[in-house]
């Protein structure tokens, strides 16, 4: 964890907290609402300064009171454990807790049924993302025949994706997989008034793009989970990115709720989103990235455009130019 590039910010914690409702106590049972908080700071004691956990706890709120299933505090010190966790103070799973490793991750190694559990359904939930963590570009995109494979796996995914790839332009009429004795297979979309297929490579940006992304926005349709995506936008139309989160609103295409989470430079899809669901990122004067909801712009009522509110300044996020 790199700290952020700032004097005041270097020596500062990276602070996480994720707030939901699971059924991690008892499987199947109505959810109870979690929060879990992390914080890793760098152990300047020594000479190399490796990230170190300075405090993490899981707490819920069973009839709405809060309880503490676990909470460390910081290196050396002792962790506590409710009797929900299944563990003792003094068994040595818990010492073998690293000062840069977590507590579920660890106790998940060592088998203990709820840490396993959160730990499962943590890795499950987060269906997919272009996001890369290390190294450049810092997003990535599946080949071609990544999506082949997948649209060869299920015949209603390819259906619902060539009725998707349809839509979205209004020239297309069909979509095909060519198999090449000397090369790799390929997709071929036919085209009204034309009297040859177009290979997809040969295609705008903007198909190339939706049929790239397909694998990964439906794990999370299908499965039910989350999808986090940067700059989805990149060589789409607005309407195309809004028919995109269309999908994920339709209990059609989304009977299981899943979730989806994007960053987007097109202003334009304001009109489309609740205040709830917009959140403005920017930077002040230190170079600090900030974010913050449009639900928590003061006075901004729900059934006003968020567009025109935007482009007055209302919401924040206005770019200085020179």
């Not at 959160?118 to 025949?145: C, D, E, H, Q």
Request: charged content about 30%; some cysteine.
């Amino acid at each position: 964890m790199a700290p952020f590039y700032s004097e005041d910010g270097w020596a500062k914690p990276t602070r996480f907290r994720l707030e939901g409702e699971w059924d991690f106590l008892i499987p199947g049972q109505p959810p109870t609402r979690f929060v879990y908080e992390l914080s890793i700071g760098h152990d300047e004691s020594e000479e190399i300064e490796d990230p170190v956990v300075g405090h993490e706890a899981l707490v819920y709120y069973p009839k709405g009171r809060r309880r503490r299933i676990f909470e460390r505090r910081g290196p050396g010190s002792p962790i506590y454990v409710g009797g929900e966790l299944g563990v003792t103070r003094g068994d040595d799973r818990l010492k073998a807790v690293r000062p840069d490793s977590s507590v579920i991750a660890t106790l998940s190694l060592f088998n203990v049924p709820l840490a396993k559990r959160i730990a499962g359904r943590m890795k499950a939930f987060l269906r997919t993302t272009n996001i890369v963590p290390y190294g450049f570009p810092r997003t990535w995109s599946p080949s071609s025949k990544d999506v082949i494979r997948m649209l060869e796996q299920d015949s209603s995914v390819r259906a619902w994706v060539e009725e998707r790839m349809k839509c979205s332009d209004l020239g297309i009429r069909d979509m095909s997989i060519r198999e090449d004795v000397f090369v790799e297979k390929s997709v071929l979309f036919g085209h009204y008034g034309l009297n040859m297929r177009v290979l997809l490579e040969e295609e705008s940006r903007g198909t190339q793009r939706l049929f790239h992304l397909f694998p990964q926005i439906i794990p999370a349709l299908k499965e039910a989970g989350l999808a986090i995506l940067d700059e989805i936008d990149g060589h789409l139309h607005v309407d195309i990115v809004s028919e995109i989160l269309g999908w994920f609103r339709s209990q059609d295409s989304n009977p299981h709720d899943a979730q989806l989470l994007v960053t987007s430079h097109h202003v334009g899809l304001l009109d489309d989103l609740e205040k709830e669901e917009v959140f403005i990122v920017e930077k002040d004067d230190t170079g600090a990235t900030r974010i913050h909801g449009a639900q928590d712009v003061k006075g901004l009522r729900r059934d006003v455009r968020l567009y025109p509110k935007y482009r007055a300044g209302v919401l924040g996020g206005i770019p200085r130019i020179g």
